[in-house]
Protein backbone atom coordinates (compact mmCIF):
# COMPACT_ATOMS: atom_id res chain seq x y z
CA UNK A 1 0.00 0.00 0.00
CA UNK A 2 0.76 3.25 -0.70
CA UNK A 3 1.59 5.90 2.30
CA UNK A 4 -0.19 9.19 1.92
CA UNK A 5 0.87 11.41 4.88
CA UNK A 6 3.89 11.03 7.65
CA UNK A 7 3.20 11.21 10.76
CA UNK A 8 5.49 10.94 13.62
CA UNK A 9 5.24 7.91 15.82
CA UNK A 10 3.72 7.79 19.31
CA UNK A 11 4.53 5.08 21.80
CA UNK A 12 1.69 5.94 23.71
CA UNK A 13 -0.65 6.39 20.81
CA UNK A 14 0.33 2.79 19.89
CA UNK A 15 -0.31 1.39 22.83
CA UNK A 16 -3.36 2.60 23.09
CA UNK A 17 -4.36 1.16 19.68
CA UNK A 18 -2.71 -2.14 20.38
CA UNK A 19 -5.05 -2.31 23.35
CA UNK A 20 -8.06 -1.23 21.09
CA UNK A 21 -7.43 -3.95 19.41
CA UNK A 22 -6.73 -6.73 21.80
CA UNK A 23 -9.62 -5.85 23.82
CA UNK A 24 -12.37 -5.09 20.91
CA UNK A 25 -15.14 -7.95 20.56
CA UNK A 26 -14.40 -8.94 16.98
CA UNK A 27 -16.58 -11.22 15.16
CA UNK A 28 -15.79 -13.32 12.51
CA UNK A 29 -18.82 -14.79 10.78
CA UNK A 30 -18.37 -18.35 8.82
CA UNK A 31 -19.71 -17.89 5.12
CA UNK A 32 -19.41 -20.19 1.95
CA UNK A 33 -18.53 -17.86 -0.28
CA UNK A 34 -16.70 -14.37 -0.45
CA UNK A 35 -18.53 -11.01 0.47
CA UNK A 36 -17.79 -7.84 -0.93
CA UNK A 37 -14.74 -5.92 0.35
CA UNK A 38 -17.46 -3.15 1.95
CA UNK A 39 -18.93 -5.22 4.27
CA UNK A 40 -15.28 -5.35 6.20
CA UNK A 41 -14.70 -3.09 9.06
CA UNK A 42 -11.79 -2.70 11.25
CA UNK A 43 -13.81 -5.12 13.53
CA UNK A 44 -14.71 -7.56 11.75
CA UNK A 45 -13.63 -10.39 9.30
CA UNK A 46 -14.90 -13.67 7.47
CA UNK A 47 -14.03 -16.96 7.54
CA UNK A 48 -14.65 -18.27 3.72
CA UNK A 49 -14.66 -21.17 1.51
CA UNK A 50 -12.65 -20.21 -1.31
CA UNK A 51 -9.64 -21.70 -3.93
CA UNK A 52 -5.91 -20.45 -3.70
CA UNK A 53 -4.00 -19.94 -7.08
CA UNK A 54 0.03 -19.13 -7.10
CA UNK A 55 2.40 -18.91 -9.75
CA UNK A 56 6.02 -17.05 -9.46
CA UNK A 57 8.92 -17.98 -11.65
CA UNK A 58 11.82 -20.76 -10.94
CA UNK A 59 14.97 -19.12 -9.73
CA UNK A 60 14.55 -15.38 -10.72
CA UNK A 61 17.21 -14.84 -7.54
CA UNK A 62 19.50 -15.47 -11.80
CA UNK A 63 17.83 -13.31 -13.80
CA UNK A 64 19.81 -9.83 -13.29
CA UNK A 65 23.25 -12.10 -13.44
CA UNK A 66 21.80 -12.48 -17.10
CA UNK A 67 19.88 -9.30 -17.97
CA UNK A 68 20.45 -5.35 -17.85
CA UNK A 69 17.87 -3.55 -14.88
CA UNK A 70 15.47 -2.42 -18.38
CA UNK A 71 15.28 -5.72 -20.08
CA UNK A 72 14.39 -7.32 -16.32
CA UNK A 73 11.72 -4.52 -16.23
CA UNK A 74 10.55 -5.78 -19.76
CA UNK A 75 10.45 -9.43 -18.85
CA UNK A 76 8.62 -8.77 -15.64
CA UNK A 77 5.90 -6.18 -16.32
CA UNK A 78 4.87 -8.54 -19.21
CA UNK A 79 5.04 -11.52 -17.40
CA UNK A 80 3.34 -9.37 -14.73
CA UNK A 81 0.59 -7.82 -16.94
CA UNK A 82 -0.32 -11.10 -18.31
CA UNK A 83 -0.73 -13.41 -14.87
CA UNK A 84 -3.06 -10.73 -13.76
CA UNK A 85 -4.92 -10.75 -17.09
CA UNK A 86 -5.60 -14.32 -16.71
CA UNK A 87 -6.35 -14.73 -13.31
CA UNK A 88 -8.86 -11.52 -13.68
CA UNK A 89 -10.70 -13.07 -16.63
CA UNK A 90 -11.83 -15.91 -14.27
CA UNK A 91 -15.48 -14.66 -13.25
CA UNK A 92 -14.78 -16.04 -9.72
CA UNK A 93 -11.55 -14.21 -9.28
CA UNK A 94 -12.33 -12.04 -6.15
CA UNK A 95 -8.55 -10.62 -5.29
CA UNK A 96 -5.11 -10.65 -7.06
CA UNK A 97 -2.20 -9.74 -5.25
CA UNK A 98 1.27 -9.31 -6.37
CA UNK A 99 4.52 -9.92 -4.06
CA UNK A 100 8.23 -9.81 -5.89
CA UNK A 101 7.30 -12.29 -8.93
CA UNK A 102 4.56 -14.11 -7.23
CA UNK A 103 1.28 -13.54 -8.45
CA UNK A 104 -1.62 -15.01 -5.92
CA UNK A 105 -5.28 -14.80 -7.40
CA UNK A 106 -8.59 -15.45 -4.64
CA UNK A 107 -11.40 -17.31 -6.18
CA UNK A 108 -15.07 -17.52 -4.91
CA UNK A 109 -15.71 -21.34 -5.65
CA UNK A 110 -18.75 -22.47 -3.50
CA UNK A 111 -19.78 -25.26 -6.68
CA UNK A 112 -17.49 -27.88 -7.62
CA UNK A 113 -17.94 -26.40 -11.50
CA UNK A 114 -16.28 -23.59 -10.06
CA UNK A 115 -13.59 -25.44 -8.22
CA UNK A 116 -13.28 -26.80 -12.63
CA UNK A 117 -12.50 -23.00 -13.72
CA UNK A 118 -10.32 -21.91 -11.19
CA UNK A 119 -8.41 -25.51 -12.55
CA UNK A 120 -8.76 -24.14 -16.18
CA UNK A 121 -7.11 -20.80 -15.19
CA UNK A 122 -4.26 -22.27 -13.78
CA UNK A 123 -3.92 -24.40 -16.88
CA UNK A 124 -3.90 -20.60 -18.99
CA UNK A 125 -1.43 -19.69 -16.68
CA UNK A 126 0.68 -22.32 -17.72
CA UNK A 127 -0.06 -21.67 -21.45
CA UNK A 128 0.76 -18.24 -21.09
CA UNK A 129 4.16 -18.99 -19.67
CA UNK A 130 4.66 -20.80 -23.20
CA UNK A 131 3.72 -17.65 -24.52
CA UNK A 132 6.05 -15.24 -22.76
CA UNK A 133 8.82 -17.96 -23.39
CA UNK A 134 8.19 -17.79 -27.37
CA UNK A 135 8.21 -13.79 -27.01
CA UNK A 136 11.82 -14.20 -25.20
CA UNK A 137 13.14 -15.94 -27.00
CA UNK A 138 12.60 -14.00 -30.15
CA UNK A 139 13.96 -10.82 -29.04
CA UNK A 140 17.09 -13.05 -27.29
CA UNK A 141 16.66 -12.90 -23.55
CA UNK A 142 16.58 -15.75 -21.23
CA UNK A 143 13.55 -17.51 -20.66
CA UNK A 144 11.68 -18.33 -17.69
CA UNK A 145 9.78 -21.54 -15.58
CA UNK A 146 7.51 -21.01 -13.38
CA UNK A 147 5.44 -22.82 -11.11
CA UNK A 148 1.79 -23.09 -10.47
CA UNK A 149 -0.19 -24.25 -7.01
CA UNK A 150 -3.57 -24.41 -6.12
CA UNK A 151 -5.69 -25.46 -3.35
CA UNK A 152 -9.12 -24.89 -1.83
CA UNK A 153 -9.99 -24.71 1.90
CA UNK A 154 -10.80 -21.93 4.77
CA UNK A 155 -9.42 -18.58 4.83
CA UNK A 156 -9.90 -15.27 7.34
CA UNK A 157 -10.83 -12.36 5.10
CA UNK A 158 -9.99 -9.31 7.40
CA UNK A 159 -9.52 -5.12 7.12
CA UNK A 160 -5.72 -4.40 8.39
CA UNK A 161 -3.79 -1.21 8.07
CA UNK A 162 -3.31 1.55 10.38
CA UNK A 163 -7.18 2.91 11.33
CA UNK A 164 -7.56 6.33 10.21
CA UNK A 165 -5.23 7.21 8.02
CA UNK A 166 -6.40 5.41 5.08
CA UNK A 167 -3.73 2.84 4.82
CA UNK A 168 -5.09 -0.54 4.81
CA UNK A 169 -5.82 -3.64 2.81
CA UNK A 170 -7.96 -6.75 2.60
CA UNK A 171 -5.55 -9.75 3.68
CA UNK A 172 -5.50 -13.32 3.50
CA UNK A 173 -4.92 -16.01 5.59
CA UNK A 174 -5.11 -19.59 6.71
CA UNK A 175 -3.69 -22.93 5.07
CA UNK A 176 -5.66 -22.84 2.34
CA UNK A 177 -3.45 -19.42 1.13
CA UNK A 178 0.08 -21.48 2.74
CA UNK A 179 -0.58 -24.68 0.91
CA UNK A 180 -1.17 -22.97 -2.42
CA UNK A 181 2.12 -21.30 -1.91
CA UNK A 182 3.90 -24.41 -0.73
CA UNK A 183 2.73 -26.48 -3.81
CA UNK A 184 3.27 -23.60 -5.70
CA UNK A 185 7.12 -23.52 -4.80
CA UNK A 186 7.63 -27.44 -5.89
CA UNK A 187 5.94 -26.49 -9.33
CA UNK A 188 8.87 -27.04 -12.10
CA UNK A 189 11.61 -28.05 -9.37
CA UNK A 190 13.62 -30.89 -10.48
CA UNK A 191 11.39 -33.30 -11.41
CA UNK A 192 7.98 -31.81 -10.65
CA UNK A 193 5.86 -31.00 -13.37
CA UNK A 194 4.71 -26.97 -13.52
CA UNK A 195 1.18 -27.27 -11.86
CA UNK A 196 0.96 -28.67 -8.51
CA UNK A 197 -2.47 -29.68 -7.10
CA UNK A 198 -4.05 -30.07 -3.82
CA UNK A 199 -5.93 -33.37 -2.83
CA UNK A 200 -8.83 -31.57 -2.14
CA UNK A 201 -8.69 -30.06 -5.31
CA UNK A 202 -8.28 -32.91 -7.71
CA UNK A 203 -11.38 -34.46 -5.33
CA UNK A 204 -13.54 -31.82 -6.48
CA UNK A 205 -12.55 -31.90 -10.26
CA UNK A 206 -14.67 -33.65 -13.26
CA UNK A 207 -13.14 -37.06 -14.77
CA UNK A 208 -11.50 -35.23 -17.87
CA UNK A 209 -9.48 -32.90 -15.39
CA UNK A 210 -8.51 -35.93 -13.32
CA UNK A 211 -7.34 -37.64 -16.08
CA UNK A 212 -4.85 -34.73 -17.00
CA UNK A 213 -2.92 -34.83 -13.60
CA UNK A 214 -0.57 -37.70 -11.97
CA UNK A 215 -0.55 -38.47 -8.33
CA UNK A 216 2.74 -37.15 -6.09
CA UNK A 217 3.25 -39.68 -3.34
CA UNK A 218 5.26 -39.05 0.08
CA UNK A 219 8.30 -41.26 1.67
CA UNK A 220 5.52 -44.42 2.62
CA UNK A 221 4.05 -44.14 -0.66
CA UNK A 222 0.65 -45.13 0.73
CA UNK A 223 -1.24 -42.52 -1.06
CA UNK A 224 -0.57 -39.51 -2.60
CA UNK A 225 0.27 -36.42 -0.84
CA UNK A 226 -0.92 -34.17 -3.88
CA UNK A 227 -0.99 -34.39 -7.81
CA UNK A 228 0.39 -32.58 -10.50
CA UNK A 229 0.36 -32.13 -14.49
CA UNK A 230 2.11 -30.16 -17.20
CA UNK A 231 -1.82 -28.91 -18.25
CA UNK A 232 -2.29 -26.52 -20.66
CA UNK A 233 -5.28 -24.58 -22.74
CA UNK A 234 -6.01 -26.15 -25.60
CA UNK A 235 -7.46 -23.01 -27.67
CA UNK A 236 -4.13 -20.93 -26.29
CA UNK A 237 -1.91 -23.24 -27.35
CA UNK A 238 -3.47 -23.88 -31.09
CA UNK A 239 -3.25 -20.02 -31.29
CA UNK A 240 0.74 -20.60 -30.36
CA UNK A 241 1.70 -23.62 -32.63
CA UNK A 242 -0.22 -21.22 -35.34
CA UNK A 243 1.72 -18.16 -34.80
CA UNK A 244 4.78 -20.09 -34.56
CA UNK A 245 3.84 -21.84 -37.87
CA UNK A 246 3.18 -17.97 -39.85
CA UNK A 247 6.88 -16.80 -38.60
CA UNK A 248 8.19 -19.91 -39.83
CA UNK A 249 6.84 -19.03 -43.39
CA UNK A 250 7.81 -15.87 -43.03
CA UNK A 251 11.32 -16.57 -42.09
CA UNK A 252 11.48 -18.80 -44.89
CA UNK A 253 10.17 -16.73 -47.69
CA UNK A 254 12.45 -13.50 -46.11
CA UNK A 255 15.51 -15.99 -46.67
CA UNK A 256 14.50 -17.14 -50.29
CA UNK A 257 14.19 -13.04 -51.46
CA UNK A 258 18.14 -12.67 -49.94
CA UNK A 259 19.61 -15.45 -51.28
CA UNK A 260 22.55 -15.01 -53.80
CA UNK A 261 21.86 -16.05 -57.17
CA UNK A 262 25.15 -16.93 -57.75
CA UNK A 263 25.55 -15.16 -61.02
CA UNK A 264 22.79 -16.77 -62.96
CA UNK A 265 20.57 -15.17 -64.71
CA UNK A 266 17.86 -16.02 -67.69
CA UNK A 267 18.20 -15.70 -70.75
CA UNK A 268 15.89 -13.84 -72.82
CA UNK A 269 14.01 -15.20 -76.05
CA UNK A 270 14.75 -13.64 -79.24
CA UNK A 271 12.11 -13.20 -80.46
CA UNK A 272 8.22 -12.28 -78.84
CA UNK A 273 5.25 -13.97 -79.93
Known amino acids: ?30 LNSIPGREKLTYSNGFYVNCTSVFIDIRDSSQLPQKH ?8 YRSYLSECVAVMNSDPNC ?14 NTPLQSHINM ?28 CGIGIDYGRALMMKAGYKGSGLNDVI ?25 VSACIYDNLNEHNKNLLSPVYGGLGLSPMHYEGDVINIEMNDWLEKEKGNDRL ?22 WI
Open 68 to 75: TRPVLGKI
Open 94 to 107: REIIITGDSVHGIM
Open 118 to 145: AFSTAARLNSLVMILNWRLEQKGYTTIR
Open 1 to 30: METKITNSYAVADSNTRIKEILDSSESFEE
Open 172 to 196: WMGDVVNQASKLCHQGNKEIRKPLQ
Open 250 to 271: INLLTASLTTPSLGLLARKPKH
